[in-house]
């Protein structure tokens, strides 16, 4: 793990630049490209030094960060790999203390998982398919089905057929309502961002949440989404 002291020194760094470039806009005098770019390099070392601190706080100190980046439109790549980073936080990348998990910190990963569907690149598709294979919070699970619903994208069937795949355990073994509402409108993104067209695998899943154990308004969202797809044949 990274040193609070690292940490700190890089903070105080940031600060000054900050207050450099707040003192440049209060004169009117605009930055260069080569101070833009040393801001914009502060911020990108901020968020990747705080998001491997220990603390959970630390961690969703560093998603706020990340979402005020992505709200001025940064989106690079360091930016997606931290979230791929925090998306695995005691999932992919485990710590333990006499044996104990200490980084399990599902809203983390869910909040991960909301930024990279907003990012919404095929490398952020990457990474919310590997949340699916490996995450066993459904809260994080809906979260990132969502997020592939956004970016709508489904490249050799693969978004699908993970998607049918999470689905399809849970509707066996513990069915999750908001997970399944998840599901049936990420499919209908998809659906809609390919002309219509679905695979089989959506189709089986959409049966099987219209009569699995689901709550009413659930199962017929599923019927209808169903008929629609008919529709569109």
Sequence with gaps: MFSLKRFSILILMGVIVLT??????????GMTVEESYLMEYMEIMIIRETARLDSRDQKLR???????AIGRGNTNDEIRETLAYLSGEGRRS???????????????????????????????????????????????????????????????????????????????????????????????????????????????CLVRISEGNYLTPVKERARQLLADFRNYR
């Design 94 to 204: 485990v710590a333990r203390e006499n044996n104990r998990v200490v980084n399990n910190f599902p809203d983390v990963r869910r909040q991960a998982a909301r930024y990279l569907g907003i990012i919404g690149t095929e490398e952020a598709r990457q990474s919310l398919i590997e949340i699916i294979q490996f995450e066993n919070e459904p809260m994080v699970l809906q979260e990132a089905i969502k997020s592939l619903g956004d970016i709508g994208t489904n490249e050799n069937n693969e978004t699908v057929r993970y998607i049918a795949w999470v689905m399809d355990r849970y509707t066996n073994l513990n069915p999750d309502n908001l997970m399944a509402l998840a599901a049936i409108d990420a499919f209908e993104k998809i659906a809609s961002n390919n002309s219509g067209a679905i695979s089989q695998e959506a189709i089986t």
């Design 62 to 68: 560093a998603l706020d960060y990340i979402g005020e």
């Design 20 to 29: 450099a470039a707040a003192a440049q806009s209060s004169t009117g005098r």
